[in-house]
């Protein structure tokens, strides 16, 4: 099929070619038709399968079709998209602009980090789309700057990072304030219980399209798996960065400690690095994306908030500095490569800590992943036995799923009922306590909430009980077994590099 079969208006046609597009992707094809037809469409589909294309288009032809555009000020607010992070709405915006060029609608961004004025100006104006991340929309929504009267489309993208970074609350409340009557568009990654809860409560007899089952990994990355203890990592990566095929290079850390350090590390190896997370500026974020964007900088340092934010072309490879403690996570920082239908590689490091983590990942995609054994910084520990693939999807058959509220094989329990997450990480490893729910976690101390941009830092120590004290266990050991009195608990941050 190509996109002249799809019903596309003149003007849309016209722009798509102009990107160098003539054939649609799996999840176009299934998701515009009925988008255009006006019905609510549900859409389960991995990240790089082409999913703002599919929503965009169809949102451009309704609102340009029909009548006359409305005068360009006091513009009423005809669609809304909500995004969960600020690089992933700035993306979504690009897309409308190539996409509606030679159209007379209007769009706009909103998110936090930067100041609201020229946000309220725009508003003011007035404009046909409006892409928004939760916050900043809420804001101003109290501050009675937006009207949704005229509202025709909602779009809720990246439904399950929403759960994930603890916004589903705030999603709920600005649901509340739309009108009833409108076509909702409603994509996510993947659909744990929850959010299968709130499409059922928003949607009106949707269209289903899957493209391709929950959690799994695209066909067109290779993947390669590293055993290598912590404290060796960095080695690693500068010796594998040494390979000139690694063009472009997209690294993920659990925690902006972690991205920082490396950065820090690559840039003494004369490896031009920068790092996006949480806790840099949307300036500072923005001249990261553009260097790497541009080939000034070889390797984009990233924390989770970046997984699915990143849209760029050209990434040969995403290395796994750290594994992620979600799996899900896994597949969507790997997707960031190999997009539609390019090849890609993604590498992962994993320590002794993280076999566990790398236990839960294999069992999520129900494959393997291929260990390189001869690299120079290879654990001296076995490698662990393959995961058994039969017995994780019995696992799951049986009404396991991880994704909130079930327990997990291993690697610990997630939160539950409405568990909100930390914005872009747990903990590395240890136990820990959520703030909602009692899901247990390894490696020490408390969890905080963290919106977005909210990273949970790193701690270690002995195990302690939920008192505070030393567990048990480990205060019942006979004296004459250890020659030496157990160091007190370390509660600052280790120098995990």
Known sequence: MIFD???????????????????????????????LAGRDVLGCAQTGTGKTAAFALPILQRLSEGRPPPPAHGRPIRALILTPT????????????????????????????????????????????????????????????????ALEVFVLDEADRMLDMG??????????????????????????????????GILKDP????????????????????????EQKRHLLVHLLGDAN????????RTKHGANRVTKQLEAARISAEAIHGNKSQNARERALDSFK????????????????????????????????????????????????????ALSFC????????KDIERTIRRHVPVVGDHPFRSGQTAPSATSLGEAQAQSEQGGQRSHGGQRPQGGQRRQGGGQRSGEGRRNGGQGQ????????????????????????????????????????????????????????????????
């Not at 000034?296 to 990233?302: K, N, T, Y």
């Not at 849209?311 to 490569?337: A, C």
């Open 5 to 35: 079969e799809l019903k596309l208006a003149e003007p849309l046609l016209r722009a798509v070619k102009a990107e160098g597009y003539t054939t649609p992707t799996p999840i176009q094809v299934q998701a515009i038709p009925p988008a």
């Open 86 to 149: 600020r690089e992933l709405a700035s993306q979504i915006v690009e897309s409308f602009q190539a996409y509606g060029r030679f159209t007379s609608l209007t769009w706009a961004v909103i998110f936090g980090g930067v100041g609201q004025n020229a946000q309220e100006q725009a508003l003011r104006r007035g404009v046909d789309v409006l892409v928004a991340t939760p916050g900043r929309l809420l804001d101003l929504m109290s501050q009675k700057l937006v009207s949704y009267k």
């Open 167 to 200: 916004f589903i609350h705030d999603v709920k409340r600005v649901i509340a304030a739309l009108p009833a009557k409108r076509q909702t568009l409603f994509f996510s990654a993947t659909m744990p219980p929850e959010i299968q809860a709130l499409s059922k």
């Open 207 to 230: 269209a289903k399209v899957e493209v391709v089952p929950q959690s799994t990994t695209a066909e067109t990355v290779e993947q390669k798996l590293y055993f290598v203890e912590r």
């Open 246 to 253: 690694i063009r472009r290079a997209l690294v993920f850390t």
């Open 294 to 345: 541009e080939g000034s900088c070889r390797v984009l340092v990233a924390t989770d908030i970046a997984a699915r934010g990143i849209d760029i072309e050209g990434i040969t490879h995403v290395i796994n500095f750290d594994l992620p403690n979600i799996p899900e996570s896994y597949v969507h920082r790997i997707g960031r490569t190999g997009r539609a239908g390019a090849a890609g590689t």
């Open 351 to 358: 320590d002794t800590e993280e076999r566990a983590y790398l």
């Open 434 to 497: 959520g703030p909602r729910g009692g899901g247990q976690r390894r490696g020490g101390g408390r969890g905080r909430s963290g919106g977005q941009g909210g990273e949970a830092r790193q701690s270690q120590g002995q195990h302690r009980g939920s008192d505070g004290r030393p567990s048990k266990g480990a205060a019942s050991a006979p004296a004459a077994a250890a020659p030496r009195s157990a160091p007190p608990p370390v509660r600052t941050a280790p120098k995990w590099l």
